[in-house]
């Protein structure tokens, strides 16, 4: 195999690791993650639809940002 998929795999590990750790210690303090104005609630006597609009701009944002300043780093 490529080295390249070795540190793919290293790398999204290591982002899986973070984010559950962040839940795990900070779960608590980010209930308004998923609740923010603009995130559709469609709720019916049968039917219940729910999609994370502004919850999924935003951290499509912070993404974003976290790849610029890894860029620019490196």
């Known amino acids: 195999m490529d080295n390249q998929v070795g540190k793919l795999l ?15 210690f900070f779960g608590g303090s980010l209930k308004w993650l998923g609740h923010l104005p603009g ?23 912070i993404v974003f940002l976290l790849f610029r300043i890894w860029k620019w780093l490196n």
């Open 10 to 24: 290293i790398s999204i590990g290591a982002g899986i690791l973070i984010i559950g750790v962040v839940i795990y």
């Open 39 to 61: 995130d559709i609630r469609i709720e019916k006597k049968n039917f219940s639809f729910y999609f994370p609009l502004t919850t999924l701009i935003l951290l499509n944002v």
